[in-house]
């Protein structure tokens, strides 16, 4: 779910030779199915690439061999701006697809090479970091930060009185991903995730109201995988997705200067999914003069 990311961040920088002129917003259905192609390329080629116990090379060494390599090889270049045209006996020092067909984000943030000591910053790919800089996704510092307090107070009205750790601290290193609930209705030992948790809520509440946002140019969560995780639900569950011209967050000072705010248009997307316009017969009795009766 990470090659739109990619290509989103490449078209941004000049380097998508295949997205080049394109409107971002046609990414996902564009790339639709060559995402399903690289998925089923995965599974069946080099899924072993990218063990981490023991690498196993055979079956993606042997493809390297076969004529379906170059154009997908090729396309993976021409969409993302990382590698360069594939011809067989290529090794991975000029062409990094050859190491880690399935390049996660931080791997990309290097070998996209934005410039002369710079790397991408996994927040948002439009910017940049100094190499020797750590990016704040992976920072292990302590450092309280004032700034949630003041999103908390200014963006949904509550005041907190408690102190907000700016970075990730040590937790990167301590977190579990195991459930450990004995009453796990999935499985004790399971590794936590959102998406189950998700599935059941709505299931349990239909009623329940869920909507994702995403930037285009997020490394830390990618926008498509999103979709693709969403579309497995039944058909019957429907959560729908935002995506924004932004990256990990959105400020008042996001966004192109020729259009509207990001911000403001967030707002708005909120505005319009939680608090829909109220019926005129709702209204009306809310604001009636009869004393309301109640009912044992």
Known sequence: GSLPTYAAIATHWGRSIERKNK???MIPPDLKAFVKEYDDYYISTFSGVDSRRKKDLTKWEAFLKQSEATPFLNRLYELTGVGKYYKTGDI???NPWLEEPNMNSLEFSWFF?????????????RETLEIDDTDPAIDRRSDLDPLAQLYQRQFIGYD????????NGEVIGDWN?????RDDPMRPDRLVSSVTDLLQSLRLKPGLKV????GYYDLNTPFYQSELVLAAFPPEIKVP????????????????????????????DLEAFYDPPRSAGLVAA???PLAEKVLP
């Open 241 to 268: 997705i935002e995506t924004y011209e932004a990256g990990h967050g959105i400020g008042p000072e996001d966004g192109p200067d020729d259009k509207r705010s990001l911000y403001t248009r967030v707002q708005r």
């Open 113 to 125: 090479d934005p410039g002369k000591d710079k790397v991408l910053l996994l927040a948002d790919g």
């Open 211 to 214: 909507l994702v946002q995403h």
């Open 92 to 94: 991975a020092s000029e």
């Open 160 to 167: 907190s009185k408690l102190r907000y750790m700016g970075m």
């Open 177 to 181: 991903f195991r459930s450990h609930h």
């Open 23 to 25: 409107p971002i917003y």
């Open 286 to 288: 809310m604001h009636s």
